[in-house]
């Protein structure tokens, strides 16, 4: 094993003669093809070579010795690996730099926000001495802030809480807590005297961690079942690419791929669709506030499409690059510390080196091709939803001058991009493009393996836009309608509506992958509506909750425990790849593939991803959204 060859030097090793010093390394094998199927199947073998050697020497031993020389094969097909070791190039040191600044601002904040909860009691202690208050003739005040739906992608923004005003059912006088007040007076009175301490107090870690995890209040628009369908779908996208390495690192795949041929195995192993959740909620979220908005703006106001656009760089740029960041300098430790004989983490760093991040952090993710490797390779969809928010000001106008005109350009360019995939499947020939189809096709048809698939019809923005218009659609209907009276009849029918489009996607290509020819006409209509099903299926079940049709479905996905996890949910889709391969980094031998085994180990990385992204969103996102309110007053 690799520990075994790692510890072979020590001088306590049993031996009965000395070795030479040597080290572990593995050779990588990738299959001739460039398809799915192949990369499956690479084989990696272990090596106990002389440290003397060099990772290029012994490239060049076993590739001269198996392929009888270097034009018998593309170089990119072998690969030999050692253990990292840990440079300090200028991405490393730039990030530990940063880093080291960050966690000081952070500490000191920290600090400092401790000291003035200490000074502001004192005052009013000390105030309060001279001249004692009847507090018991007081109740408590009522709360400052509440959540809200604000951030048009992954996480939740907050928002003042609308008072009840008196008259109003809900209304109920309370005395104010004279404590309370004087201490908000001192605490402001100190601030005056210091107005830039403010700026600091936004990355204390202490604040920032209550706000996270507090539940907040529901105000009135607010789309509460949004919080849950973005958690779970997150906890599926999880799930999928959970299984999908799981694939590499097995030592029985043939297993796998049988259990993806069952009918149940179907809602795992075609996880993709739920992406398409993401831009529906992104694009909900835009058209419904945009709009609310312009009520206080013009739709001809530069002002307010200039900071339209500004804003939505803000949010996401620090997180974002961050973990670029992240990934070129301290990142590196992991490799340094952890060798996988199976699994290599320093691809991740090396995928951002040189100037490859930056496709990354301006969001061109869209236009690199899928055999090319990517920087933070997941984060395609940020690119992909960057477009059409940089799009989507054009149905906006539409939809503020003529709501009939805007509905049918939505329609228009939703029904233009199922076209697109349709005609593309039918032109290349490929396969229906849920994973279980592109894994289990069948001899019986030929279709076009290649990785084509996942630059046409997966990564390019002229293929997404159907659960974005879906999103642009719901928002607006949401937006136009407070109430919406049904008859028992119609919601059932929308019910049985959603899940007959919500399962097609899922299902509906379980033929297909148990060897029953879909055929090129079959793949091509599924290709080209099958995404524009799904959104449709959770655009109706979010109306139906929001408008009070949902019952004990709106009940589960409005929990207020959702609140805090969906806050973090942005850095969670950041960094849950990052988990996932610092758990297969840290693996000996390969894993034997089971339905428990899965469930299990996929539980612990969901709760590891959520664990870990509450003090990180406190470092890397929290801070610069609430600066971010601060310097240009978002409200």
């Known amino acids: 094993s690799s520990q075994e060859c790692a510890n072979v030097n020590r001088p306590d090793y049993p031996v009965s003669q000395p070795f030479p010093d040597v080290s572990p390394r593995i050779v990588q094998y990738f299959g001739r093809g460039k398809s799915l199927i192949h990369a499956l199947f690479n084989m990696h073998v272990g090596i106990c070579a002389p440290v003397a050697c060099s990772d290029d020497d012994m490239y060049q031993i076993i590739y001269a010795r198996f392929h009888h020389g270097p034009s018998k094969l593309p170089p990119y097909l072998v690969r030999v690996v050692s253990k990292h070791q840990l440079e300090y190039t200028p991405g490393f040191v ?8 960050l966690g000081a601002l952070v500490l000191a904040a920290t600090v400092a926000e401790i000291a003035l909860d200490i000074l502001v009691w004192y005052l009013v202690r000390k105030e309060l001495a001279k001249k004692p208050l009847p507090t018991e003739e007081y109740g408590p005040i009522q709360g400052e802030e509440t959540e809200g739906e604000q951030t048009p992608l992954l996480q939740d923004d907050t928002t ?6 008196v008259g109003s059912p809900g209304f109920k006088p309370h005395k104010p807590d004279l404590r309370q007040i004087m201490s908000a007076a001192t605490r402001k009175a100190i601030m005056a005297k210091f107005p830039r301490l403010e700026y600091l107090l936004c990355f204390s870690f202490l604040t920032n961690m209550y706000k996270l995890l507090s539940k907040g209040e529901r105000t009135d628009g607010q789309i509460a079942c949004l919080n849950g369908i973005r958690v779970m779908s997150l906890g599926y996208v999880c799930l999928g690419h959970w299984v999908l390495f799981s694939l590499y690192i097995t030592d029985n795949p043939l297993y796998v791929l049988q259990r993806a041929r069952s009918f149940l195995y179907q809602g795992i192993i075609n ?12 694009g909900l979220l835009v058209m419904f506030h945009s709009l609310k908005a312009l009520e206080k703006y013009s739709v001809r106001s530069r002002k307010f499409w200039t900071m339209f656009v500004i804003r939505r760089f803000i949010r996401l740029w620090p997180a974002l690059l961050l ?43 869209q236009f690199i091709m899928p055999d090319e490797q990517q920087c933070l390779g997941w984060t395609w969809y940020l690119s992909d939803d960057m477009f059409f928010y940089l799009m989507s000001p054009l149905f906006i106008i539409l939809m503020k001058r003529d ?17 697109c995939s349709l005609i593309m499947t039918a032109a290349e020939n490929l396969p229906p493009q849920t994973t279980s189809a592109v894994l289990l096709a069948s001899g019986r048809e030929k279709y076009n393996l290649s990785l084509a698939w996942k630059d046409r019809l997966y990564y390019k923005p002229y293929s997404r836009f159907m659960g974005y218009g879906v999103g642009l659609l719901v928002g607006q209907i949401i937006y136009q309608h407070k109430t919406l009276k ?8 929308l019910y049985v509506a959603a899940i007959l489009l919500g399962g097609f996607p899922i299902y509906g290509n379980f033929p297909a992958g148990n060897g029953h020819a879909m055929g090129p006409v079959g793949a091509a209509l599924f290709n080209g509506f099958f995404r524009l099903m799904w959104s449709l299926a959770v655009g109706i079940l979010i109306v139906l909750c929001h408008y009070g049709y949902g019952w004990v479905i709106n009940d589960m996905l409005s929990a207020s425990f959702w609140t805090p996890l969906s806050r973090v949910n942005y850095v969670a889709y950041l960094f849950h790849r990052m988990c996932i391969t ?3 980094s840290g693996l000996e031998t390969p894993v034997h593939s089971t339905v428990s085994n899965l469930t299990l180990t996929f539980t612990g990385i969901v709760v590891c991803v959520y664990f870990l992204s509450f003090p990180l969103c406190c470092f890397i996102e929290a801070p610069f959204v609430r600066l971010e309110r601060m310097l240009f007053g978002w409200r």
Request: hydrophobic residues 55%; glycine residues 8%.
């Open 271 to 282: 996880a993709s669709v739920v992406v398409d959740t993401f831009f529906l909620l992104s």
């Open 94 to 101: 730039i990030g530990l730099v940063v880093f080291s600044i």
């Open 403 to 419: 709501v009939k005109i805007g509905r049918a350009a939505i329609v228009g360019v939703t029904l233009a991009t199922c076209l």
């Open 323 to 365: 973990m670029i960041l992240f990934t070129v300098s301290l990142y590196r430790l992991w490799g340094v510390n952890y060798y996988s004989p199976i699994w290599n983490p320093p691809y991740l760093t090396r995928a951002c080196s040189g100037t490859k991040w930056m496709r990354t952090a301006f969001f061109l993710n």
């Open 486 to 493: 049904l008859r028992i009849w119609i919601v059932g029918l």
């Open 582 to 584: 610092g758990y297969l």
């Open 160 to 165: 003042k809480e609308s008072e009840a005003s």
